[in-house]
Structures are given as structure tokens and as C-alpha cells.
């Protein structure tokens, strides 16, 4: 039985046509609400898609609103202050692969968004829902990326902003999530003790008229991270790849990436194919790593320790969906330890060009793991996924960030230096 969540019938959310639980089924209509009445199952998206055709997507814009015929956006999004961020390059990364020993490698790099991860995608979304619903404040709790994507994107928008951290970020994070002129609020405490205290200020006053992206607006949030699969499937030329390595947080991403290709095979877009799907986690935070070499379903909380932070939850709201879609596409989760992590980083960099932060060391850590252990295919058509810039999180390499030499200005000294 659908509930009441708003009295307005003028919001306009595209081909969205309700909120669904994904344990039990039951639809609500859309709103500022995330958890089921009836089992308290997470809720998500429902759509009546209508016809879309490759041609009509690529011959939008460059950017994710290409995709708004499958996303809860007005159909006008494309002309609203955003920061209309997608469309970032899938690498072909040669190098990378034979070093590693694979025939066919991509890096999907959301390095290139407007705030330099893939948070804005989320973000972007969120926004969106937040202006249907009349908020006049976006917020979050954040382990830092999300942070500054929602107070860039509060900014643009012309809405105030409050974001909650925990206190021990990365500087250059901490750095990037004041600078938009919203408030920043440091908590001393892990990040799933940072989002409990934001789930406690939606129902206070002083959260009134609030969105938290992450919270009261996740629904529509996490569909954001759909557009990662559209745009991969479109840059390969409208194909899913065989098998796809992605960082797992909250696991919102992988579990979105998976939806978004399943709506494309459904909506006859794509090839219906078999493609294995791999989560990676940092060693010092990786509960949804241990379920799964486990055999378990359930996934037991941790306390992050790891140099990631971006992936640091110890406590992963969609952790047994990951390990659901994990078993179903024969894929796996893996995890790496933070010297790993560097060493990943580096090599991305070496090979490749990319400079990925932390998280990026991750999942690329992980596929090399993957690559050894023999849980990868070779010869399959991979794709890998590097979430953020590493100029946020320049700590982790920063210990063997030195001169080769320090000479005089003059070739004698250069050709001493430099002679064997």
C-alpha cells in the first residue's frame, strides 16, 4: 500500500513513479524517506521508463543529464544551476595491463568531475530531489569527498549547506569542503558515529527543512552512481564489460552499477551478457571482505584503521547487497593492505598517467590481488574504477616524494649526478 509522503503533486521527478523496499516489496510514494515502515528495509527507486534510444542519449550533453530519461530528475535538469558533472574518460590503459598480465584493461577516471570524485554524481542527483521537496539546506555526513561535492553543489545552486566530518580527515579535504562558504562540522568520532548523529538532527528542528543526501535523500542519491554504468557501457561502445573492479564504502556504488546495467540490458540498450562484478576494500576497513571469504550473509561491523578514509565504514548500509551481487555475477571482494594501497597508487601512476587517491589505490590493489590469486580472467574485458584525485590525500605518498638530486644550475653537475 503506497503512503503519503507528500501533499504536493506538482514534483516533477522524470520517469521515477515511486519508492520501493528491497527486502519487502512494499511502495511508497516519492519522498523525503528512506526506510520502510513495514520491515525497515533500505528504499530505492522505481521507474516507469519510457522509450530511449542510444541516439537520443548521445546527442545530449556531455555530462550525466544525458541519461535523465532514466534518472528522478525534472526533464529540464540540463538548464538548472548544477554543476552537471559525468562524462568523464574511460582509459584504455595498455600499460597497465601488461604489467599485470591482462589482454584488455580500462580505467574509468571520475577523477575529472567538477570537485575531483565521483561524489558529484551522487550530489548532483541529491540536489535535484532537494529542490523538489522545498530544502533550503544540503547536508551530509561525509568521510570527505562528499563533503565538498555537497557544498560545491550547494553553492552553485544558491543553497546554504552544513557538512559533518570526522575530525581526523585528510587536510587537503578538510581544505576543499570549507572553501564553498557553507559550515563545516568536524566530529570527534568514526564515520558511522558522524552518520548516526545526523539521522538523530533530521528529526530536531534545527534539521528542519534539511536534506542529507545521504540520509533523507538517499534514495534518489545513490542513483546517481547509475550513471557510472551508462557511461561505461556507452564508451565501450555500448557494451558491458566482462568483469568490473569498484571500491566498496557504504557499497551504494557497486550495487547501482549493477542496477544501472541491468536497466540498460532491460531497456534493450545493451547486449543481455554475463559480466562479473568485484568489490575492493582496504584491509584496516573491509567487514564486507570478511563476510564474503566467510561465507557469511551477514556483515559484522568493524572500526576503520586504514589510510583510505574515503572507503573507511565500518559499518557498510548495502554490504549484503555487495555480497549478493558479488555471488550472483560469480565475481568476489577482495581487500589490500595500506602498503598495497601506496604501492597500487604509485603503479596507476607510473603506468597510466592517473593519480588516484587512496581509494583508487584500492581498487586498483585489488585487482592486481585478483590478477595473482587467479580469480580474474586474463583475457576478459576489464574495467577498473578510480573514484577520486590524488592531489586529496597526498599523505599516503608523500613519505617518498623526493628530488632525484639536487645539483647546481649547470650540465657538469647534472652529468655527475647522473653519470651511472
Same mark, same amino acid.
Given at each position: 500500500? &503506497?503512503? *503519503?509522503?507528500? +501533499?504536493?503533486?506538482?514534483?516533477? =521527478?522524470?520517469?521515477? $513513479?515511486?519508492? /520501493?523496499?528491497?527486502?519487502?516489496?512494499?511502495?511508497?510514494?516519492?519522498?523525503?524517506?528512506?526506510?520502510?515502515?513495514?520491515?525497515?528495509?533500505?528504499?530505492?527507486?522505481?521507474?516507469?521508463?519510457?522509450?530511449?534510444?542510444?541516439?537520443?542519449?548521445?546527442?545530449?550533453?556531455?555530462?550525466?543529464?544525458?541519461?535523465?530519461?532514466?534518472?528522478?530528475?525534472?526533464?529540464?535538469?540540463?538548464?538548472?544551476?548544477?554543476?552537471?558533472?559525468?562524462?568523464?574518460?574511460?582509459?584504455?590503459?595498455?600499460?597497465?595491463?601488461?604489467?599485470?598480465?591482462?589482454?584488455?584493461?580500462?580505467?574509468?577516471?571520475?577523477?575529472?568531475?567538477?570537485?575531483?570524485?565521483?561524489?558529484?554524481?551522487?550530489? &548532483?542527483? *541529491?540536489?535535484? +530531489?532537494?529542490?523538489?521537496?522545498? =530544502?533550503?539546506?544540503? $547536508?551530509?555526513? /561525509?568521510?570527505?569527498?562528499?563533503?565538498?561535492?555537497?557544498?560545491?553543489?550547494?553553492?552553485?545552486?544558491?543553497?546554504?549547506?552544513?557538512?559533518?566530518?570526522?575530525?581526523?580527515?585528510?587536510?587537503?579535504?578538510?581544505?576543499?569542503?570549507?572553501?564553498?562558504?557553507?559550515?563545516?562540522?568536524?566530529?570527534?568520532?568514526?564515520?558511522?558515529?558522524?552518520?548516526?548523529?545526523?539521522?538523530?538532527?533530521?528529526?530536531?528542528?534545527?534539521?528542519?527543512?534539511?536534506?542529507?543526501?545521504?540520509?533523507?535523500?538517499?534514495?534518489?542519491?545513490?542513483?546517481?552512481?547509475?550513471?557510472?554504468?551508462?557511461?561505461?557501457?556507452?564508451?565501450?561502445?555500448?557494451?558491458?564489460?566482462?568483469?568490473?573492479?569498484?571500491?566498496?564504502?557504504?557499497?551504494?556504488?557497486?550495487?547501482?552499477?549493477?542496477?544501472?546495467?541491468?536497466?540498460?540490458?532491460?531497456?534493450?540498450?545493451?547486449?543481455?551478457?554475463?559480466?562479473?562484478?568485484?568489490?575492493?576494500?582496504?584491509?584496516?576497513?573491509?567487514?564486507?571482505?570478511?563476510?564474503?571469504?566467510?561465507?557469511?550473509?551477514?556483515?559484522?561491523?568493524?572500526?576503520?584503521?586504514?589510510?583510505?578514509?574515503?572507503?573507511?565504514?565500518?559499518?557498510?548500509?548495502?554490504?549484503?547487497?555487495?555480497?549478493?551481487?558479488?555471488?550472483?555475477?560469480?565475481?568476489?571482494?577482495?581487500?589490500?593492505?595500506?602498503?598495497?594501497?601506496?604501492?597500487?597508487?604509485?603503479?596507476?601512476?607510473?603506468?597510466?598517467?592517473?593519480?588516484?587517491?587512496?581509494?583508487?589505490?584500492?581498487?586498483?590493489?585489488?585487482?592486481?590481488?585478483?590478477?595473482?590469486?587467479?580469480?580474474?580472467?586474463?583475457?576478459?574485458?576489464?574495467?577498473?574504477?578510480?573514484?577520486?584525485?590524488?592531489?586529496?590525500?597526498?599523505?599516503?605518498?608523500?613519505?617518498?616524494?623526493?628530488?632525484?638530486?639536487?645539483?647546481?644550475?649547470?650540465?657538469?653537475?647534472?652529468?655527475?649526478?647522473?653519470?651511472?
Amino acid at each position: 500500500m &503506497a503512503l *503519503a509522503s507528500t +501533499a504536493d503533486t506538482t514534483l516533477d =521527478f522524470g520517469p521515477a $513513479s515511486a519508492l /520501493s523496499c528491497r527486502e519487502c516489496g512494499t511502495r511508497y510514494e516519492l519522498g523525503p524517506i528512506f526506510a520502510c515502515v513495514e520491515c525497515f528495509g533500505p528504499l530505492e527507486v522505481a521507474y516507469d521508463f519510457g522509450p530511449v534510444t542510444r541516439e537520443e542519449i548521445a546527442a545530449g550533453p556531455a555530462n550525466i543529464w544525458r541519461y535523465r530519461k532514466l534518472l528522478p530528475v525534472p526533464v529540464n535538469v540540463e538548464t538548472r544551476p548544477n554543476l552537471q558533472p559525468g562524462w568523464t574518460k574511460l582509459v584504455k590503459a595498455d600499460t597497465l595491463a601488461g604489467e599485470l598480465g591482462l589482454r584488455s584493461l580500462y580505467v574509468k577516471d571520475d577523477s575529472g568531475n567538477p570537485t575531483h570524485s565521483f561524489k558529484d554524481r551522487v550530489v &548532483a542527483i *541529491a540536489l535535484e +530531489a532537494a529542490r523538489n521537496f522545498g =530544502f533550503h539546506t544540503l $547536508s551530509c555526513s /561525509s568521510t570527505g569527498n562528499l563533503a565538498g561535492a555537497v557544498g560545491a553543489a550547494a553553492a552553485r545552486a544558491g543553497l546554504d549547506s552544513c557538512v559533518f566530518i570526522p575530525s581526523d580527515l585528510e587536510a587537503a579535504k578538510i581544505t576543499m569542503a570549507s572553501v564553498y562558504g557553507g559550515r563545516l562540522v568536524a566530529i570527534d568520532g568514526t564515520y558511522d558515529e558522524v552518520n548516526r548523529f545526523c539521522s538523530e538532527l533530521i528529526g530536531d528542528e534545527l534539521g528542519e527543512k534539511w536534506g542529507f543526501v545521504n540520509v533523507n535523500l538517499r534514495p534518489y542519491y545513490a542513483e546517481g552512481s547509475k550513471t557510472l554504468a551508462y557511461e561505461i557501457a556507452e564508451q565501450l561502445g555500448w557494451r558491458i564489460p566482462d568483469q568490473i573492479v569498484i571500491p566498496v564504502a557504504s557499497g551504494s556504488q557497486l550495487t547501482k552499477i549493477d542496477k544501472g546495467f541491468r536497466e540498460l540490458i532491460r531497456l534493450g540498450l545493451v547486449e543481455d551478457k554475463p559480466y562479473r562484478v568485484f568489490g575492493a576494500q582496504a584491509e584496516g576497513c573491509s567487514p564486507v571482505s570478511g563476510a564474503y571469504k566467510a561465507g557469511h550473509d551477514v556483515v559484522q561491523p568493524v572500526k576503520p584503521d586504514t589510510i583510505a578514509k574515503s572507503l573507511a565504514i565500518g559499518n557498510p548500509a548495502d554490504g549484503p547487497y555487495v555480497l549478493d551481487i558479488a555471488r550472483r555475477t560469480g565475481g568476489a571482494v577482495e581487500d589490500v593492505t595500506d602498503g598495497q594501497v601506496v604501492e597500487a597508487i604509485r603503479l596507476l601512476a607510473r603506468t597510466e598517467g592517473i593519480f588516484a587517491e587512496t581509494a583508487g589505490g584500492v581498487t586498483v590493489g585489488v585487482l592486481r590481488k585478483l590478477t595473482e590469486n587467479g580469480l580474474l580472467d586474463p583475457e576478459a574485458e576489464t574495467v577498473v574504477l578510480n573514484t577520486g584525485d590524488g592531489l586529496k590525500t597526498l599523505d599516503a605518498v608523500a613519505a617518498e616524494a623526493r628530488p632525484a638530486a639536487v645539483i647546481r644550475p649547470s650540465l657538469a653537475a647534472f652529468r655527475t649526478a647522473f653519470a651511472n
